[in-house]
Structures are given as structure tokens and as C-alpha cells.
């Protein structure tokens, strides 16, 4: 009986172990900071020029139209 205990604690053990292992496997999975670090840049530079094309005179002075059509509508 002792040997049929010690075998499947043994057992419990391995599996926890090797769960833990598989864990420690997917967390690594993921990006790595120099990889962050180009999706950052990417980001930025994205939001630079989505800020330009927004802000430019015709883009601007249509989503003010936009706007002002809105408010002056009748309800």
C-alpha cells in the first residue's frame, strides 16, 4: 500500500510540475520589448499622420460643415 501512495503522489507531483511548466511556456509567448518598442513607434507615427490629415483645411473645414449641419438641423 505504501508503494501504490508513494506512486501516485509521485504522479500528482510530475503533473503539477509539468502544468507549471506548460504555463511558464505560454506566458513567454508573447512580444518581446524590442518588439514592443517597433509597435510603439508604428503607433505613434499612425497617430501623427491620422493628426495631420485631420487637422489639414479640407478635412477640417468639412467636419465643421458636418458639425454645423448637425446642430442647425430641425428635430
Do not use: H, N, P, W
Amino acid at each position: 500500500m505504501y508503494q501504490a501512495v508513494r506512486a501516485r503522489l509521485r504522479a500528482l507531483v510530475c503533473g503539477a510540475r509539468a502544468a507549471r511548466r506548460r504555463l511558464s511556456a505560454r506566458r513567454d509567448a508573447g512580444m518581446v520589448t524590442s518588439e514592443y518598442a517597433m509597435g510603439i513607434v508604428a503607433a505613434v507615427a499612425f497617430a501623427v499622420v491620422l493628426y495631420k490629415v485631420v487637422t489639414s483645411g479640407a478635412v477640417s473645414a468639412e467636419l465643421q460643415g458636418i458639425v454645423k449641419r448637425a446642430l442647425d438641423a430641425r428635430m
